[in-house]
């Protein structure tokens, strides 16, 4: 009598199985996508970068969306001059080194070929200098985090973001290649070695500090970054530049609900989502506001480079699976095209080794140019 009961509710469980339907919430299957405004009106030398983008779909095939052919100008509330962005086709509106009148307001107007759109005047918030960048190591990881204060108290919002770089290597060396021409193994020059490259990346999460609530405008030791002492980045030699922005008070606000709905959620313990609303509104189809938030403030930026004699030894864990194989005819392995992204590594004395390109080739994912700041 068990069994049969344990059998009856194994097929119940089956039947409501099969009968589920997927769910497609109306958020996700919206049509509707929203414009995106990123960027800050930078008042000092450094130069202002508006990017441009619209939403997608969480089911979308692509994660990227830059607007294209969009005007975008910079005005004041003091007279009629205005300061024209350029496009770089890419999604990015540029101007260079404006050294805008710090007693004026600002504010961004935008016309796509959805509508125009403008964001709300803004005063001049002045960014302190950081203080310094420094690091830690603890946990089998490389704490990254910067330090700032503002001795006229002015300041109390901050955000922060970067942009690293860093030397690697394949893991195998590769002494040989094939020439296509003559269909031939010939040994690499030294301009063709593809051991060592450069790779970079920008940071994708919200960095914000306040001091609002302490006697004194000090940011000690706020985190920027966590690196794993086995991630090639710190192998060889690692560089950040963080930059820094003071914030306004809404400002502050409006990039802690963002980062509250990107990042905290996912457990019961997080916050529920929030409206983001920005101070950019659509003049044109008020329908589809944007999403965006812009302040006018000069940039601050600090660059440091962590050398791997400076850290404790941790073996290096290679994002990818490598396997070396070897073969008797290395031309037709090789220019095959099932084989066709394989390097030749080296020569046996009736044998040829040869591996996958992303292990043996490092201009798979980095470059060989080296940055003009790299010491």
């Known amino acids: 009598m068990a069994i049969s009961r344990r059998v009856v509710i194994l097929l ?16 996700i299957a919206s049509p509707n996508s929203y414009l995106v405004v990123e960027g800050i009106i930078n008042t000092g030398g450094d130069s202002t970068i508006i990017k441009l983008s619209k939403t997608v779909n969480i089911s979308a095939p692509t994660t990227s969306n830059p607007v294209l052919g969009a005007t975008v100008v910079i005005e004041n509330n003091q007279n009629a001059t205005t300061w024209p962005l350029a496009s770089d086709n ?14 004026a307001k600002y504010r961004l107007a935008i016309t796509t070929t959805d509508g125009s759109y403008q964001s709300e005047f803004v005063p001049v918030i002045s960014t302190p200098p950081i203080d310094s960048v420094g690091y830690t190591v603890s946990n089998g990881n490389v704490n990254i985090y910067v330090n700032t204060h503002d001795p006229t108290n002015q300041a109390s919002y901050y955000r922060w973001d970067y942009q690293e770089t860093w030397i690697f290597h394949a893991k195998y060396y590769s002494f040989l290649t094939v020439d296509t021409a003559t269909e031939s193994v010939v040994n690499r020059l030294p301009w063709q070695y593809v051991f060592y490259c450069f790779a970079s990346d920008a940071s994708s999460n919200i960095l914000l500090a306040t001091t609002q609530n302490l006697s004194k405008d000090v940011v000690y030791e706020a985190p920027v970054i966590q690196i794993p002492l086995s991630s090639e980045k710190v192998e060889q030699e690692y560089s950040i530049l963080v930059r820094q922005y003071a914030l306004p008070a809404d400002g502050y606000v409006f990039y802690q609900n963002l980062q509250q709905n990107s990042e905290d959620l996912g457990s019961i313990f997080a916050p529920l989502p929030s409206t983001i609303s920005g101070n950019i509104h659509a003049l044109s189809n008020t329908a589809a506001q944007p999403i965006g938030y812009i302040s006018a403030t000069n940039s601050q930026s600090k660059r440091i480079f962590i050398l791997e004699s400076g850290l404790p030894y941790v073996a290096t864990v290679y994002p990818y699976d490598c396997e070396v194989d070897s073969t008797t005819n290395p031309i037709v392995t090789i220019l095959a095209e099932a084989w066709q992204h394989n390097v030749l590594l080296d020569q046996g004395p009736k044998q040829w080794a040869f591996t996958s390109a992303d292990c043996a080739d490092c201009t798979v994912r980095g470059t060989q140019q080296t940055p003009s700041f790299w010491k």
Do not use: D, E
């Open 12 to 27: 119940f469980a089956m039947i409501v199985a099969s009968c589920r339907k997927p769910y497609t919430p109306p958020a």
């Open 90 to 103: 890419h999604g990015n509106y540029i101007a260079v080194g404006l050294s805008l009148p710090l007693s």
